[in-house]
């Protein structure tokens, strides 16, 4: 079955300091990969996505991806974090076999920015 | 462009009652899926509508139904609502392009059931 695994249910930094959060998923096919944020309260903003060719992608706010295909991971980076970076990150897959855009999420990781 | 666009924000009923949240699609759009986020959960899929159909649904009892109106607006229903039916319900509108699209969120409609 597919799934998605975010081993990190908290992870706290400093400001300034670099972020990678990890994501692996349980694919049977070439997966389609998203992060998601969302801060309190909020719906989801798409940071980026990954269909296909450069396995590295880049996002808004400053974020990066790398697909690793061996490793089954799509873990997100961040070189410099700020205060507002605090929020919850979700990883999806999609879409299930038949298509439709279904997305599997994995349980997000929570993160927390010292000043 | 206003985004997907859910109402209403917040709703508090009572346990077995019955809601209607509804969702407004992205502009462009013709395929909406609704997902249900317990707290401290990711989302779970519930159902995706497209050409006012049900075309996918996920591991949800028949209780959860929706509708999905000619403008491609939508609206999701749950009856005898339970204690566990609390969480933030999420719509997200796409193309039905076959996937290689990105899903566009709303903010959520928030159901607390006391």
């Known amino acids: 079955a597919q799934s998605v695994t975010q081993p990190d249910i908290h992870i706290t930094v400093s400001e300034g300091a670099s972020l990678e959060l990890r994501c692996n998923y349980s694919?049977?096919?070439?997966?389609?990969l998203f992060w998601y944020v969302q801060s309190p309260g909020q719906g989801l903003q798409l940071l980026l996505k990954?269909?296909?060719?450069?396995?590295l992608v880049q996002g808004i706010k400053g974020f990066e991806a790398e697909f690793k295909r061996s490793q089954s991971s799509f873990n997100l980076r961040k070189p410099s974090v700020h205060w507002s970076d605090a929020a919850e990150y979700f990883c999806?897959?999609?879409?299930?076999?038949?298509?439709?855009?279904?997305?599997?999420f994995g349980a997000g990781t929570r993160l927390a920015v010292h000043p | 462009d206003a985004g997907v666009t859910q109402s209403p924000t917040h709703l508090i009923k009572t346990r077995g009652q019955q809601v209607t949240l509804r969702c407004s699609p992205k502009s462009g759009h013709d395929t909406v899926s609704w997902y249900q986020q317990a707290l401290g959960q990711g989302p779970q899929f519930i159902f995706q509508y497209y050409e006012e159909e049900e075309r996918q649904r996920g591991n949800f009892p028949d209780r959860f139904s929706g509708h999905q109106f000619p403008n491609y607006s939508s609206e999701l229903n749950v009856n005898a609502l339970l204690l566990g039916d609390s969480a933030l319900y999420l719509c997200?509108?796409?193309?039905?392009?076959?996937?290689?699209?990105?899903?566009?969120f709303g903010q959520g409609t928030r159901l607390t059931v006391v």
């Open positions: 694919y049977g096919a070439t997966p389609y």
């Open positions: 997200a509108s796409s193309l039905a392009s076959g996937g290689r699209t990105e899903a566009f």
């Open positions: 999806a897959v999609g879409p299930l076999p038949g298509g439709y855009n279904k997305l599997i």
């Open positions: 990954y269909f296909s060719g450069d396995t």
